[in-house]
T-cell receptor, first 111, second 114 residues
Framework: DQQVKQNSPSLSVQEGRISILNCDYTNSMFDYFLWYKKYPAEGPTFLISISSIKDKNEDGRFTVFLNKSAKHLSLHIVPSQPGDSAVYFCAAEGGYQKVTFGTGTKLQVIP | EADIYQTPRYLVIGTGKKITLECSQT?????MYWYQQDPGMELHLIHY???????EKGDLSSESTVSRIRTEHFPLTLESARPSHTSQYLCASSEFEGPGYGYTFGSGTRLTVV
């Protein structure tokens, strides 16, 4: 039973435009949500997180939005840059740092 | 430069061989984790440790074992490799006590058992 779902395996966006990556979850007990970025042949890199008591967190070009009623979160990247091309994993944390990951969305930013 | 190191990066090995995947971190983190990831799939937690002499099994059943004799070292061992063990293995560590701070991952070991 997959508790964290990323239904779009891939996304292509023009450089300078907004990238929106989506994630859905089923477990209402998750208390933190995180986004990681992964380049080929490297491990994931932590990007940004949001507490379940907030609905928005911003860090530079990256903003995460949380809609608890819909059990949905999204990562917005504005403006998108070619260096943002990577696989993005959504993750949810519940209990003592037990993290559940989604399957990832491959973002391609076209110059 | 990565502060968490995994060796080897790639390994092709025959069925039945014993292998140890190495993971070391220089950050003094108490919490360390092993994840397994198949292509296009989510990362699955297979082992974790909250400090020296502490090891626990994760959510995904695994035939591997781990040890934590030193803070900086968290090796994973497969006593008898099988083709079903073919996967990518990612080691991670965490400094913080609370949630939401994220992990530092190594670059992974891609294991192929033939």
């Amino acid at each position: 039973d997959q508790q964290v779902k990323q239904n779009s395996p891939s996304l292509s966006v023009q450089e300078g435009r907004i990238s929106i990556l989506n994630c859905d979850y089923t477990n209402s007990m998750f208390d933190y949500f995180l986004w990681y970025k992964k380049y080929p042949a490297e491990g994931p890199t932590f990007l940004i997180s949001i507490s379940s008591i907030k609905d928005k967190n911003e860090d530079g070009r990256f903003t995460v939005f949380l809609n608890k009623s819909a059990k949905h979160l999204s990562l917005h990247i504005v403006p998108s840059q070619p260096g943002d091309s990577a696989v993005y994993f959504c993750a949810a944390e519940g209990g003592y740092q037990k993290v559940t990951f989604g399957t990832g969305t491959k973002l391609q930013v076209i110059p | 430069e990565a502060d968490i190191y995994q060796t080897p990066r790639y390994l092709v090995i025959g069925t039945g061989k014993k292998i140890t995947l190495e993971c070391s971190q220089t950050m003094g983190h108490d919490k360390m984790y092993w994840y397994q990831q198949d292509p296009g799939m989510e990362l699955h937690l297979i082992h974790y440790s909250y400090g020296v002499n502490s090891t626990e099994k994760g959510d995904l059943s695994s035939e591997s074992t781990v040890s934590r004799i030193r803070t900086e070292h968290f090796p994973l061992t497969l006593e008898s490799a099988r083709p079903s063990h073919t996967s990518q293995y990612l080691c991670a560590s965490s400094e913080f006590e609370g949630p939401g701070y994220g992990y530092t991952f190594g670059s992974g070991t891609r294991l192929t058992v033939v």
